[in-house]
């Protein structure tokens, strides 16, 4: 038989692999940049932060896992790494050993046998156990190391604070600064950093050391991955020639000619007293940059209504004019500016008009709150394009004939908050702006009170029988019992449309009997008179911070150390009396 009938696929040698099936036990593996041995498995453990941190880490999808050399230093910078998905197995593998001798059958030599060497001749199984669906691996740079001194108070300090030790916190008092920055000490240890290497010691052969007591920042380097540098003259700089103000000497700087200026709106807060008159300079300049006519249509707006949210605005011009408002970003700060907090927060306002001086202002109060249904993430690059393009694309299993035949008729439940092509926001987008009860053509759940055209709280918006004299921060112009009752109906209207019902004005005869300004109209839950944080990402309501939860933690260690020598001095006295 020649070789290529030995070899080939309808020889009588070649044979199918064998199919064996596969466990379905799961393993997790940490690739631990460094050594580790049976013994020093827990040690191991403990520098990537217990069984906890594994825990979190393969088990919560925790994707960042640290480690730290020095695990009982909280100034220990930790190593990064990073979980990712593997498709590993897990074997186990089984060795059989014979040994057998190679010496000559029927030898009389003694000397032959001895001297021939055995041989190991084994036999290897291997046997799958299981699978490693994520692997820890460390692939970034450590970061600089600084072990600071351990004497010092501030240390102490920080030290009794990761405990919560309630005593040494007390006891802790700032020690009076002597400003002995530099230290004399004979230099003992040539690699210490804290010794100037050129400083030369004194008369008594002392070398000068760093006294500062300088604690460590978090983070020194924020790169992880090294990168290669191509030292290179940047193409955009100039340079400009600028004189001292103070002492007017001239000095020549290298600046980037197409450096980013910013053109934001001016924000304000509710406490603010004043309101922005006019634009900034530096805003100003860019009026001939932009399109007078589109210009003249915002002054325009803005007089016929002095607030208006930015989706409301942009509903007011076509496609190409909204989507050129949108990216040209001097528009809007050449004729509003904006509120940070309070009723009217993230509107644009007139320059020159304070709505909390005009009560005829409370219907343009933005009302807002959380959406649960509102998908988490970004369309596809594929459906964006199609959306473009004014159609829906063709769906899977039909033809693109078939699809341009069904066009849509209906309106989506939800369209994206951005406007995408002119089809699109011709038909729909010229009202997202606005709740009449029966459709939701918005996923973000926020609308100022002169959009909402649903009946029964246009009733309650116009009603000015319970106004406020003055105008409050967290109701604006109306009271906290009317304010609650719009808030309730139109969160009760809003989610029955989601959920594919129309909410009835019979349907919330409920609300509108509850009477009381301390309880909420939606869902029966003291309304606090806190003042709201200016942070406008924490939209979180009634969630202690882990501060707040360390400082009571703390102030119950507290409480325990003053109630303990009460207990003593009751125990004394209860023994004086049974000695008398």
């Known amino acids: 038989m020649s070789a290529?009938?030995?070899?080939?696929?309808?020889?009588r040698e070649s044979r199918e692999a064998t199919l064996h099936a596969l466990p379905s036990t799961s393993f997790y593996s940490v690739e631990y940049p460094g050594y580790v041995s049976p013994g020093s498995i827990p040690a191991a453990i403990r520098t990537l932060g217990g069984q906890t941190s594994l825990d979190q880490t393969f088990k919560h999808n925790n994707n960042i896992m640290e480690l730290k050399f020095r695990p009982d230093d909280p100034f220990s910078h930790p190593v990064c790494g990073e979980a990712t998905s593997t498709s590993n197995l897990v074997l186990k593998i089984t060795k059989r050993r014979k040994k057998k001798s190679h010496a000559a059958e029927g030898s009389d030599s003694a000397m032959d046998v001895d001297s021939t060497p055995a041989v190991e001749a084994g036999e290897f199984i291997a046997e799958v156990m299981g699978s490693i669906p994520?692997?820890?691996?460390?692939?970034?740079?450590?970061?600089?190391?600084?072990?600071?001194?351990?004497?010092?108070?501030?240390i102490q300090l920080q030290k009794a604070m990761e405990k919560l030790d309630a005593r040494a916190i007390q006891a802790f008092r700032f020690a009076p600064e002597k400003e002995d920055y530099t230290a004399?000490?004979?230099?003992?240890?040539?690699n210490d950093l804290s010794w100037d290497p050129e400083a030369a010691p004194n008369e008594d052969g002392l070398c000068p050391k760093s006294n500062l007591r300088l604690l460590p920042p978090p983070l020194f380097s924020r790169q992880g991955i090294q990168q290669n540098y191509d030292y290179s003259a940047n193409v955009a700089s100039i340079v400009q020639t600028i004189v001292d103000e103070q002492t007017g000497e001239q000095k020549d700087r290298l600046i980037n000619k197409h450096r980013f200026k910013g053109l934001s709106a001016i924000c304000i807060m509710y406490e603010d007293r004043e309101v922005p008159?006019?634009?900034p300079q530096s805003i100003e300049g860019t009026v001939p940059a932009v399109k007078a006519a589109l210009l003249a249509r915002l002054k325009e707006l803005f007089e016929q209504r002095p607030v208006w949210s930015r989706l409301a605005l942009l509903n007011q011009f076509s496609a190409l004019e909204a989507k050129e408002i949108h990216?040209?970003?001097s528009f809007i700060p050449l004729v509003a500016y904006i509120f940070n907090d309070g009723p009217w927060r993230d509107t644009l306002v007139r320059f020159g008009y304070d709505p909390r001086l005009d009560p005829s202002a409370r219907i343009y109060q933005r009302l807002y709150f959380r959406n649960k249904h509102k998908p988490h993430g970004r369309a596809s690059i594929t459906k964006r394009r199609s959306a473009a393009q004014g159609g829906a694309g063709p769906s899977e299993g039909s033809t693109q004939g078939e699809s341009q035949q069904q066009p849509e008729t209906e309106p989506p439940m939800f369209l994206p908050e951005r406007f995408c092509a002119a089809a699109c926001y011709q038909c729909y987008y010229r009202d997202s702006h606005i709740f009449d009860g029966v459709h939701a053509l918005r996923d973000v759940a926020g609308w100022q009170l002169c959009d909402i055209h649903d009946p029964l709280l246009k009733q309650l918006i116009e009603d000015d029988s319970e106004l406020r004299e003055e105008c409050h921060e967290m109701d604006g112009w109306y009271t906290e019992v009317c304010m609650e009752r719009i808030r309730a109906i139109l969160r009760r209207k809003y989610f029955g449309v989601l959920d594919g019902q129309i909410v009835t004005d019979e349907d919330c005869g409920d609300i509108l009997a509850r009477v009381g300004p301390r309880r909420s109209m939606s869902q029966g839950r003291v309304v606090t008179t806190k003042k709201p944080r200016a942070d406008r990402r924490n939209r979180a309501k009634n969630v202690p911070g882990p501060e707040e939860i360390t400082a009571a933690r703390l102030?119950?260690?507290?409480?325990r150390i003053e109630e303990e020598p009460e207990d003593d001095e009751e125990q004394e006295g209860e023994g004086d009396g049974g000695e008398e």
């Open 134 to 154: 994520k692997t820890v691996r460390f692939r970034s740079m450590v970061d600089f190391q600084y072990a600071p001194d351990t004497s010092d108070r501030i």
């Open 327 to 329: 990216y040209t970003k």
């Open 555 to 559: 102030r119950l260690a507290v409480q």
């Open 184 to 190: 004399y000490e004979r230099r003992s240890d040539a």
């Open 277 to 279: 008159q006019t634009a």
């Open 4 to 11: 290529g009938e030995r070899s080939g696929p309808g020889s």
